[in-house]
C-alpha cells in the first residue's frame, strides 16, 4: 500500500510588493528533481504592519524557513532568535530557518554573488573593487567581499545623510582591509587599477531595462570584471557597455540561483542541481 502522508512541507518569500519575485520557479523546480514532492516554495505579500503577526505565523504552520525581501530584510531581526556572522555584520537576513521554533537568520545575497564570481574564475582576494549603491544587496556584498580577503574596496552611493554614511563606513571599517566611500555626484569615472566592479543598485531593472549607472563607460578596462546585480533583465546596458569596452562581464542571475541554492542547503541538508533551477528560470523569463 502507498504511503498515505498529504502533509506539505512548507517554505517561501515574504516581501512587499513581491509577486514578481521568480523564486518559486526555481526553487520548485529543485525540489522537483530531489523527489521532495510535498516541498513548497509560497510567495507571500506581506504588508510592513503585518510582519510580526506573519512571523508567528511562519512558526504556527511549522514552515521549515523563508526568504525575506524588499522591505522585511532590516525589520524582522527583531524576531529571531539567532544571527549568522554575516547577517549581524550586514544588519539585514534574507534567509531564515526555522528549526523546531528556534529562527535562525542569515543573509545569503552575498553568498551567492561570491560563489558566481568564483565560477567565472575570479578571486576577490587580494583585488580592487568598486561597488555602486550602499542598500541592502551592496552591504551584504562589500561584508562577503571583506570577509573574502579583498584588498582594497571603494563604495560609491548619492549623497546620503551624515547617520546613514557614518554607519556604512563604521560597518566596512570593522571588516575591511582599505574601506572609501565616495559620495556621488554627478558621472563617476571608475579608478584604473579596479579589478571587480559591481553595480549593485537597481538601476538597469524591469521595467526601466534601458537605465544605466551614470558612471563614465570610457574608463572601464578591458582588465576590469564587471558584475550587476540585476537580475531581470539579464544583460544590462551597463554590462553591454562593460563588453563593447572588451571588459569580462557577469549577469545577477548566477548570483540569484547560487543563493537560492544555499538556501536550499539551508533548508533541505541537501545540494540542488543548479543548472535545472538556471533552466527554470530562463524559461520563466523568456
Ligand atoms: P536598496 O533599495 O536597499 O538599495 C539600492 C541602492 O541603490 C541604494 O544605495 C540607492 O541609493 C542606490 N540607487 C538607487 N537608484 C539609484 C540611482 N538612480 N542612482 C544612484 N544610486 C541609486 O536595494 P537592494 O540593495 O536590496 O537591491 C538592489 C538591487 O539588487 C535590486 O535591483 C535587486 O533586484 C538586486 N538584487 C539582486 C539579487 C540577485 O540575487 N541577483 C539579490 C538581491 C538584490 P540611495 O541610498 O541614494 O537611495
Known amino acids: 500500500m502507498k504511503e498515505q502522508n498529504y502533509l506539505d512541507v512548507l517554505v517561501g518569500v515574504i516581501g512587499h510588493p513581491v509577486a514578481e519575485n521568480p523564486g518559486k520557479v526555481i526553487q520548485e523546480a529543485a525540489f522537483g528533481e530531489m523527489g521532495l514532492k510535498r516541498w513548497q516554495y509560497l510567495t507571500i505579500d506581506v504588508k510592513p504592519e503585518d510582519l510580526e503577526d506573519a512571523v508567528r505565523g511562519l ?3 511549522g514552515m521549515r524557513g523563508i526568504n525575506c525581501t524588499i522591505p522585511h530584510k532590516i525589520k524582522v531581526i527583531p524576531f529571531l532568535d539567532e544571527l549568522s556572522e554575516a547577517a549581524r555584520l550586514i544588519g ?3 534567509t531564515i530557518v526555522n528549526t523546531e521554533g528556534h529562527l535562525y537568520g542569515d543573509n545569503t545575497d552575498g553568498k551567492g554573488l561570491m560563489e558566481s564570481l568564483r565560477e567565472n574564475g575570479v578571486d576577490p582576494k587580494g583585488k580592487k573593487a568598486v561597488v555602486l549603491g550602499a542598500g541592502g544587496a551592496a552591504r551584504a556584498i562589500c561584508v562577503e567581499l571583506c570577509l573574502a580577503g579583498t584588498e582594497d574596496i571603494t563604495v560609491v552611493n548619492r ?3 551624515r547617520a546613514l554614511g557614518d554607519s556604512l563606513t563604521e560597518l566596512l571599517s570593522r571588516v ?3 574601506p572609501r566611500y565616495v559620495s556621488w555626484e554627478g558621472t563617476y569615472r ?3 587599477d579596479t579589478d571587480i ?3 549593485a543598485t537597481p538601476i538597469g531593472l524591469y521595467p526601466d531595462v534601458d537605465a544605466i549607472p551614470n558612471v563614465d563607460v570610457g574608463t572601464i578596462l578591458p582588465s ?3 558584475q550587476d546585480v540585476i537580475p531581470n533583465p539579464a544583460v544590462t546596458p551597463f554590462l553591454r557597455a562593460a563588453q563593447a569596452r572588451g571588459a569580462k562581464w557577469n549577469t545577477g542571475t548566477g548570483m540569484l540561483i547560487n543563493q537560492a541554492a544555499i538556501n536550499i542547503q539551508m533548508w533541505t541538508g541537501r545540494k540542488p542541481d543548479k ?3 538556471r533552466r527554470a528560470l530562463d524559461e520563466a523569463l523568456s
Do not use: H, S, T
Open 159 to 161: 549623497p546620503q545623510d
Open 275 to 277: 543548472a535545472l533551477m
Open 224 to 226: 576590469m570584471f564587471v
Open 176 to 178: 575591511c582591509r582599505n
Open 197 to 199: 566592479l559591481i553595480n
Open 59 to 61: 512558526k504556527a504552520f
Open 92 to 94: 539585514a537576513v534574507n
Open 190 to 192: 571608475i579608478p584604473g
